[in-house]
T-cell receptor, first 114, second 113 residues
């Protein structure tokens, strides 16, 4: 199993550009989530999903969209990149219920917005 | 709102020293608690978890944590650290079995050889 994979590993954008961060898992996990990690802030939840076709907002959803058309994939879209979105983004997945199952994390995407 | 506090931002120890990292959570009901570790340049890995039962939980690489309900605490300990333990450590909690994983701000551990 590849586990949780994320692409790209690094990305530089200009303010106003849009892009999609990819996340895929091959463990048939129902629950998937996106976090951003900023120095001194820990990890903050952006969006999450409990199954295909079901998504919801986390703590810091503004400026990001998600969709879940398949169990395996959970892309994160930046609609119009801003310097405040410079961060490291982690995708995670687990079986349900998510509170009693280990979350598996991807390797992260380091995004810089100029 | 549910929150997790980690009191130490950066801890510096010499090899063989004992480690204790503090973690306090806010939720008064059923809570599931976790410690994750992030080695430099790597993704988060689970160290240990507590759901119920014995409040002293043992994890990988010689780490353990003690759940003290009366203090809302879940401190991470290791009797003797190694240089390879240099990493950032995150405490996290779930309310019950639903909801989402809430992280503390993390504690950087630097171990001097």
């Amino acid at each position: 199993n590849a586990g949780v994979t994320q692409t790209p590993k690094f990305q530089v954008l200009k303010t106003g550009q849009s892009m999609t961060l990819q996340c895929a898992q091959d463990m048939n996990h129902e629950y998937m989530s996106w976090y951003r990690q900023d120095p001194g802030m820990g990890l903050r939840l952006i969006h999450y999903s409990v199954g295909a076709g079901i998504t919801d907002q986390g703590e810091v959803p503004n400026g990001y969209n998600v969709s879940r058309s398949t169990t395996e994939d959970f892309p994160l879209r930046l609609l119009s990149a801003a310097p405040s979105q410079t961060s490291v983004y982690f995708c995670a997945s687990s079986h349900l219920p998510q509170g009693v199952n280990e979350q598996f994390f991807g390797p992260g995407t380091r995004l810089t917005v100029l | 709102a549910q929150s997790v506090s980690q009191h130490n931002h950066h801890v510096i120890l010499s090899e063989a020293a004992s480690l204790e990292l503090g973690c306090n959570y806010s939720y008064g009901g059923t809570v599931n608690l976790f410690w994750y570790v992030q080695y430099p340049g790597q993704h988060l890995q689970l160290l240990l978890k507590y759901f119920s039962g014995d409040p002293l939980v043992k994890g990988i690489k010689g780490f353990e944590a003690e759940f003290i309900k009366s203090k809302f605490s879940f401190n991470l300990r290791k009797p003797s650290v190694q240089w390879s333990d240099t990493a950032e450590y995150f405490c996290a909690s779930f309310e019950g079995s639903q909801g989402n994983l809430i992280f503390g701000k993390g504690t950087k551990l630097s171990v001097k050889p």
